[in-house]
């Protein structure tokens, strides 16, 4: 007999399951998909090269206890990860930085923009281009605006499938210029990937004498039951869609095996402004592997279709976080039911922000 029920196997739910079963809890582990490890899930393909199956994830934290427990699962490879942008035919290091100007403009005129940033702000600090746009030197503005036509509006047009004039002027213009050279992605202490890929990590964490895992079994919610659950699914698909769907941006993932070494310059490259795909993603540079061809990944945003697409993130609207807080609400009068994780709470976590967030959730738990 099992004392808690956890829906799902994602870092959500593996990492409460392990908690709550190092407490003594006996933990039943129903997990839909036909694998573990949710959207961190990653296979080798016939080429011998690691692939994230639903995206790339790079896993970063300056959270100490974080990385010591996922520590505990895996030894790392460490890696810092790197991204470009294709601006006007050619690759440009984002975030956007002393480099990405000396790539994009002639000698004289990035040296200009590189001087008045020097001139204005401290070394190695990050400015938001909302800032520059305010700033009274016609430089530093010519500047932001390059960086938001450039570089973010197209991005987040694509992404969140709205026009460039519909984007929240609020929210683009916290877009980052970093006053330096740094073109690491992730400015976090900790940064790397599994050793031996997500998948290992997963099959380690779950792997304890009280966990009973059983795959391809969606959990189906009783109302009518007192057993204590950690619910780690969409909340709408819960209560059977009683309030209507939560809106979910989706992705349509396309890889492909190129018969090269190597196919770009860095492990991704954004594509803000040309074709329909958002970015393409290497794997090679993220994990090492000595094949002559190369595997890569495009991807298409799109909007999430009940039961046919993958709902990847949630929106930020305001109608859409309503429907959210009537589900919540609804989820109140169970008390043994707890929400966990990027579904079931509809936000965006990263890897290190859900294992946190679990780590906090499970302990408090009574076995
Ligand atoms: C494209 C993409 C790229 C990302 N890249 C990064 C990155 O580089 N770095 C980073 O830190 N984070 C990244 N993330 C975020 C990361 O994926 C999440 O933080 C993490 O997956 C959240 O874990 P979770 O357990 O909450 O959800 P999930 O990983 O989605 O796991 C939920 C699991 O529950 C299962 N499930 C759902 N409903 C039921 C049910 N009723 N019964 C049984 N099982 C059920 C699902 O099948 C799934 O396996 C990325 C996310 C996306 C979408």
């Given at each position: 007999m099992a004392d808690v029920i956890i829906a799902g196997a994602g870092l959500a739910g593996s990492v409460s399951a392990r908690v709550l079963a190092e407490k003594g809890a006996h933990v039943l582990v129903l997990e839909e998909r036909s694998h573990i490890g949710g959207n961190c899930y990653d296979v080798l393909s016939p080429e011998g090269i690691r692939v994230h199956q639903y995206g790339p994830h790079l896993f970063h934290t300056s959270n100490e206890d974080v990385w010591d427990f996922l520590s505990r699962f895996t030894q790392w490879t460490p890696y810092e990860h790197k991204v470009k942008a294709h601006i006007n035919g050619v690759n440009a290091p984002l975030p956007f930085n002393f480099n990405s100007l000396r790539v994009l403009f002639p000698p004289q005129e990035a040296q200009k923009f590189i001087d008045a940033l020097l001139g204005h702000y401290a070394p190695n600090t990050k400015v938001a281009i909302l800032e520059l746009k305010q700033h009274p030197n016609p430089l530093l503005q010519k500047l932001a605006d390059f960086v938001y036509e450039k570089v973010f509006v197209g991005y987040t047009a694509k992404q969140w499938g709205i026009?460039?004039?519909?984007?929240?002027g609020a929210v683009t213009a916290r877009v980052p210029v970093f006053v330096?050279?740094?073109?690491?992605y992730f400015n976090d202490t900790f940064q790397a990937v599994p050793k031996e890929g997500y998948a290992k990590l997963f099959e380690n964490l779950l792997n304890h004498p009280n966990i009973t895992l059983k795959l391809a079994t969606p959990f189906v919610f009783d109302p009518a039951s007192s057993m204590r659950v950690i619910y780690t699914g969409m909340l709408d698909r819960l209560f059977d869609y009683c309030y209507g769907e939560l809106p979910y941006r989706s992705i349509h993932l396309e890889f492909e095996t190129i018969n090269k070494i190597w196919f770009q310059d860095a492990a991704t490259v954004n594509y803000p402004n040309d074709y329909d795909f958002t970015r393409i993603t290497e794997f090679k540079h993220i994990h090492a592997a000595k094949s002559q061809k190369t595997v890569i990944l495009k991807e298409f945003p799109c909007l999430h279709v009940k039961n046919k697409t993958e709902p990847y993130y949630p929106f930020f609207t305001q109608n859409a976080q309503a429907l959210y807080a009537c589900y919540a609400n609804h989820a109140k009068q169970y008390p043994n039911l707890l929400l966990l994780g990027r579904l079931a709470e509809y936000k965006y976590y990263d890897m290190d922000d859900v294992v946190e967030k679990a780590l906090q959730t499970a302990t408090r738990v009574e076995k």
């Open positions: 026009r460039p004039e519909e984007l929240d330096g050279e740094d073109d690491r």
